[in-house]
Nanobody
Framework: QVRAVESGGGLVQPGGSLRLTCEVS??????????IAWYRQVPGKQREFVAD???????NYALFVKGRFTMSRSNIRNTVFLQMNNLKPEDTAVYYC?????????WGQGTQVTVSS
């Protein structure tokens, strides 16, 4: 069973930075990885795409985070990072990791990011 676990959320002032981590376990015998993505959600709104990294290490970003957020992998392949710089109050949300293996989505529990002075 593939499992995704997020960490690294917290409270940060506007203009500050955070790095989120998504660790994906149980994938050794799973179908091949297609992508690992980050989404975010605020109460009362739909979950929205933030960024993803594909199996060939190409990355995609939502327009509202381009130039501020960067997604990367660690040397441990199934660990990915979301480096978030120049954070704004509107970035406040629960951030979710979505690991896509063999056409199935494996969601983490989410990590809260709060940007406030």
């Amino acid at each position: 069973q593939v499992r995704a676990v997020e960490s690294g959320g917290g409270l940060v002032q506007p203009g500050g930075s955070l790095r989120l981590t998504c660790e994906v376990s149980g994938s050794t015998f799973a179908p091949h990885e297609e992508a690992i993505a980050w989404y975010r959600q605020v109460p009362g709104k739909q979950r929205e795409f933030v960024a993803d990294i594909r199996s060939d290490d190409t990355t995609n970003y939502a327009l509202f985070v381009k130039g501020r957020f960067t997604m990367s992998r660690s040397n441990i392949r199934n660990t990915v990072f979301l480096q978030m710089n120049n954070l704004k109050p509107e970035d406040t949300a629960v951030y979710y990791c979505d690991a896509i293996f063999g056409g199935r989505n494996y969601w983490g529990q989410g990590t809260q990011v709060t940007v406030s002075s």
